[in-house]
């Protein structure tokens, strides 16, 4: 296999507005396969104050000015581009050590995440400038003062320092929800992979997606540029834990109140359930699953598994199994498309999993590994698997974390001793459990849960759609207490709110509709003689309401309903019974025939902008409705949400039945599509 050599750059950083090259010599950066220069980083004398105020000022103001469907639109817009891109960031990502399927994970499990952003907030937000947050709670009995949570943009700039594992992936799961909040970012990665970062940052620069200001890059020594943050400003550390506390401490940081997330050293644990013996699906997933995580970037991801949990009965069994996986790995060069482990990201590195190694050894036997079979040149390790025969007595196999494919092996005499040996790294990102038994399932999850981020229940059933103990999901959170660093990423929009502060609005309807843009009970609704269902979005305004005739409901109803349904529930049909059950004084109507007679007095029949009903939020059936009773409507436009790439948009409605006294019997939310224009009888 022929190496072609890589030109050396110099890494500039992008901050201001310009891309901007640090002052001195700066330290190179090598090809972690083959000791090759790849580039140059510097970050002396750049103005990071400077940075951080043009970040706030420009990049702040043009997002905030975006709604939430425009930002996420934004971020289709440069996954796409990303995504033509990726052979580049391929070739790039060889000299850091992955091999093309680690890089996936990195490059397009990084673009995945933004696309997964763009979907959950174009679906999950209104197309608005202001997220509403609960239900209204009212403050006095004539709905004349209520109060309303709500999520606004914080007017700062989010820092997102990074690790080296993740280059890509680590930027772009941490910009995604900052961005979609209406934050700028400036990215800080870690020198040893910076280079693939400052690549990707450049593609996303050129491709003119982002608003001036919304995206920074600093390659090189973050100098004092967490001294200059505010209470408007968010940290977010990716790193070991000395780093983080010391970050955590900056006085600017405490004096602030700056919010801060971090993610640090994880002890990740695999248990292995007592049912699942050498034979069965399970103790094969839980080899599999554990190779893969220990050799998978060469172990450097901080969901690796470092902690191999079984019972005792089975410890030798999962030694032999694991050993023969190791032996079937090719270690080299990630460009030679047969090598399945590339080398760690530097040779520093290299020295600091060996120096961890030694540390784990005063503590444990090594049962396999050592130089291995790995190139000479290079940062290449070898696998090791160690074994402590006595892990309760032991303090080191759950203090000290080895960054690379090192894990040790730990027998259990008990399901109650297995999960307290979990709790022994004082807190992770993600555990995981291979059981079959249910009870196994329930014991082990609820006993593990509050001690990590993520839980994983491998079993055959999910063999096959599982994403793994160590792949982070945008939807499900990523972070975990204690040694984890007690930060929180991903997780859907509650990442988002990170980014955002919450605040308690209080006063009459129709300020804080005004406000959320909203309709809010107790405001006035507008009524006319022209149906709103017959309005387009062009013309349906936030407070149009309706308010219908009567229907009595006869006992007929009430019969015919259950008959045609099937529903004969006793309480709509045996008089004596009914009377017997505490909240009925007799008969009564069913929930669903109330919101049928709803439907059927508030709809309007002809074709017109109302496209469809896609469904009903926050049913409650209030009071019982009796034969006899008299039904009307309520119906109030409570919310407008056009979509930009559609020529439709959803319309909540505030629906209210009442009976003949004016008492609520049903209360809930209408879903529909409605048409953004429609042609008037005229035209």
């Not at 359930?273 to 069965?280: R, S």
Request: aromatic fraction near 6%; hydrophobic fraction near 40%; charge should be negative.
């Amino acid at each position: 296999m022929t190496v072609v050599s890589q030109k050396v750059r110099g890494l500039e950083s992008f901050l201001s507005g310009s891309w901007r090259s640090g002052k001195g010599e700066g330290k190179l950066l090598l090809d972690a396969a083959t000791g090759q220069p790849v580039a140059n980083i510097n970050a002396d004398g750049l103005d990071l104050s400077g940075a951080l105020a043009y970040g706030r000022s420009k990049g702040g103001t043009a997002l905030r000015k975006m709604t939430f469907h425009e930002r996420a639109l934004m971020l289709k817009s440069l996954a796409q581009t990303l995504m033509e891109k990726k052979e580049i960031f391929y070739q790039e990502s060889f000299a850091t050590g992955a091999t093309r399927k680690d890089s996936w994970i990195d490059i397009e499990g990084g673009i995945g995440t933004l696309f997964a952003y763009s979907s959950k907030a174009r679906r999950e937000m209104p197309n608005t400038r202001v997220f509403t947050e609960g239900a209204i709670e009212p403050l006095s009995r004539d709905n004349s003062f209520s109060g309303q949570h709500i999520l606004s943009p914080l007017q700062g700039i989010a820092v997102h320092i990074n690790a080296y594992n993740f280059p890509c992936w680590g930027m772009l799961e941490k910009i995604a929800p900052s961005l979609i909040a209406g934050v700028p970012c400036l990215v800080k990665p870690a020198s040893q992979t910076a280079y693939l970062t400052e690549l990707m940052v450049r593609h996303i620069l050129a491709a003119d997606i982002l608003p001036e200001g919304a995206l920074q890059l600093l390659c090189g020594s973050p100098g004092d540029l967490v001294d200059h943050v505010t209470g408007q400003d968010v940290v977010t550390f990716t790193g070991s834990a000395a780093t983080g506390q010391m970050l955590r401490q900056n006085p600017s940081m405490v004096r602030n109140s700056t919010r801060f997330s971090m993610e640090a050293d994880s002890l990740n644990a695999a248990v292995l359930g007592p049912d699942a013996k050498q034979g069965e699906l399970e103790f094969n997933l839980f080899v599999r699953e554990v190779a893969r995580e220990m050799t998978v970037k060469a172990g450097q991801k901080c969901t690796a598994i470092r902690r191999i949990i079984v019972p005792r009965d089975t410890a030798e069994a999962v030694g032999d199994a694991l050993k023969a996986r190791f032996e079937k790995l090719r270690i080299g060069d990630p460009r030679d498309d047969t090598v399945t482990m590339g080398p760690l990201a530097s040779a520093g590195q290299k020295d600091e999993v060996q120096s961890r190694v030694e540390e784990l050894k005063t503590e444990a036997e090594t049962i396999y590994g050592g130089s291995g079979n790995v190139p000479e040149r290079g940062a290449f390790e070898a696998p090791v698997l160690l074994y402590c025969d006595r892990p309760f007595v032991s303090e080191t196999i759950h203090a000290v974390e080895a960054f690379g494919p090192v894990a040790t092996l730990m027998p259990y005499d008990s399901l109650e001793d297995a999960i307290a040996l979990t709790h022994k790294g004082k807190g992770s990102l993600v555990a995981s459990v291979f059981t079959n038994d249910r009870l196994v399932a329930e014991e082990t999850v609820l006993g593990m849960a509050p001690f990590h981020g993520r839980v994983l229940i491998g079993n055959r059933q999910s063999a096959k759609t599982s994403t793994g103990h160590g792949s982070p999901l945008p939807m499900l959170v990523h972070g975990g207490p204690g040694r984890a660093g007690g930060g929180e990423e991903l997780g859907g929009l509650r990442s988002v709110k990170h980014f955002m502060q919450r605040t308690a609005i209080q006063g009459a309807p129709n300020l804080l509709g005004a406000v959320t843009g909203r309709w809010i009970a107790g405001e006035q609704g507008r009524a006319d003689s022209r149906h709103p269902f017959k309005k387009s979005l062009a013309e349906l305004k936030i407070g149009d309401q309706l308010v219908t005739r009567e229907r009595t409901v006869s006992l007929e109803d009430i019969e015919h309903f259950a008959e045609f349904t099937g529903d004969t529930f006793y309480a709509h049909m045996n008089e004596a019974a009914a009377q017997r059950n505490p909240f009925f004084e007799g008969r009564v109507a069913h929930g669903y025939l109330i919101v049928s007679f709803a439907a059927g007095l508030f709809v309007e029949p002809e074709e017109g902008p109302v496209l469809a009903n896609y469904g009903v939020d926050n049913l409650r059936f209030l009071t019982p409705v009796n034969a006899g009773d008299a039904l009307k409507v309520q119906l109030t436009a409570k919310e407008i949400s056009p979509r930009i790439s559609a020529d439709y948009g959803e319309v909540r409605w505030d629906c209210l039945v009442s009976n003949q006294n004016d008492e609520p019997v049903a209360q809930y939310d209408v879903l529909t599509l409605v048409a953004k224009e429609w042609p008037t009888a005229s035209s």
